[in-house]
């Protein structure tokens, strides 16, 4: 293996570039280094001006996603090994404004997520001394749509939220859906009143590369397809049925 | 509702490429996917007016017939024939995304769903082919 590889990041200074470049850079190339690690031994070493987010180093807080060879990965899982004799490009996620180098504006999804309401909305509160018991079938029906960590690769990877940026998108939905299938919760005709919309689930046309990208395991798209199935039903149910008996 | 974006600097806003579905494998055989509901519904139509000949009489039902060896109508018909079954295997792959079913607490896998699916479609054509076939 080479003891060195080129990382080619993506560049953008507001106050003084029209449009992103790239620059290269060469680190060394270590069996147990991410691509985080590369970004940070440039900052250190090479350029301290490449600007970047990043926190936990263990793909828990989904702050380093971004584009590695076109592809939305997490930094901090991302193993340089794997892409040797390199060279690596590192860009911004995709469909997101590019606010400096790396770092993307995250404003779009931080509203959409508020409109599907990812909180447990009850009719009414249990007197405090009162717990919220849940079976761990229970826990089963929505614990895989609760370990989304909001990194956004998801929407990187969306098509359909590149080319209509009104679409809720995968982590959204996904996560109305964790609530939805919550014993503990009762907001789901809310949720369904705001997501029930060409803008919400009926925006998605199943490319399914959400759920390819997803570090997590989430499966946005399997969300977004029994979302549907349930607001068709909801839709029929309505239909059928004389008002009141739902 | 506080807009978040209004206090932020100045940012570069990218287009997709028009040629983004070329991008990836995924990419491109979504919109082929998509694609294959034009076939499908020309589908729809040529069994509309198959159904329209056979309902007036022998000598339309042999025009119908003739239209159909053109060589142009075989080669779409092929085309087609192939993109509907493209979308049939897309459809039955979703199932399972879209129905979670457990038994015993575990979710059942994915071929339990679309399995019997696939079973379903292969004995309503076998009865297609011999209603048609049979004389």
């Avoid at chain 2, 038994?103 to 399995?115: E, F, N, Y």
Wanted: proline residues 6%; aromatic residues 12%.
């Amino acid at each position: 293996m080479a003891s060195r590889i080129t990382i080619e990041v993506a560049r953008y200074n507001p106050a003084r570039d029209h449009e992103p470049g790239v620059s290269s850079y060469e680190v060394p190339l270590r069996k147990e280094w991410v691509v985080l690690d590369a970004l940070n031994c440039i900052k250190d070493h090479l350029d301290g001006s490449l600007t970047f987010r990043w926190s936990c180093r263990m793909g828990v807080c989904g702050s380093c996603g971004m584009m590695v060879n076109g592809v939305p990965k997490l930094a901090c899982a991302t193993f340089l090994s794997d892409y040797a004799p390199g060279p690596v490009r590192v860009e911004p996620m995709r469909h997101f404004p590019i606010l400096r180098d790396l770092v993307v504006d995250t404003s779009d999804f931080l509203m959409k997520l508020a409109r599907s309401k990812p909180w447990i909305i009850r009719k009414m509160e249990k007197p405090m001394d009162q717990e919220y018991f849940q079976t761990p079938a229970q826990l089963e029906e929505y614990r895989q749509f609760s370990m989304c960590i909001n990194c956004l690769l998801c929407y990187a990877a969306c098509p359909i939220y590149g080319l209509d940026s009104q679409f809720a998108g995968p982590a959204a939905i996904a996560l109305a859906q964790r609530y939805n299938l919550d014993s503990r919760d009762e907001g789901a005709s809310e949720r369904l009143d705001s997501l029930s919309n060409p803008e919400g689930i009926w925006g998605c046309m199943f490319v399914g590369e959400c759920t390819r990208v997803c570090p997590k395991h989430v499966d946005p798209a399997g969300a977004i397809q029994q979302y549907k199935l349930t607001a068709a039903t909801e839709w029929l149910k309505a239909m059928v049925l004389p008002r009141g008996a739902k | 509702m506080i807009n978040p974006t209004e206090y932020l600097p100045k940012s570069y806003h990218r287009r997709m490429s028009t040629y983004w579905w070329l991008a990836r494998w995924s990419y491109l055989t979504f919109i082929l996917r998509e694609a294959s509901s034009v076939f499908v519904g020309w589908t729809v139509l040529l069994t509309l007016v198959q159904i329209w000949a056979v309902t007036h009489g022998p000598s339309a039902n042999a025009a119908f017939h003739e239209w159909m060896r053109h060589p142009l109508m075989l080669g779409v018909n092929v085309v087609a024939f192939l993109f509907v079954l493209f979308h049939a295997v897309t459809w039955f792959s979703l199932t399972p995304k879209a129905m979670v079913i457990r038994v015993k607490g575990q979710r059942v896998p994915d071929w339990a769903i679309s399995g019997p699916n696939y079973a379903a479609w292969v004995m309503v054509s076998l009865g297609i082919a011999w209603v048609v076939l049979r004389g």
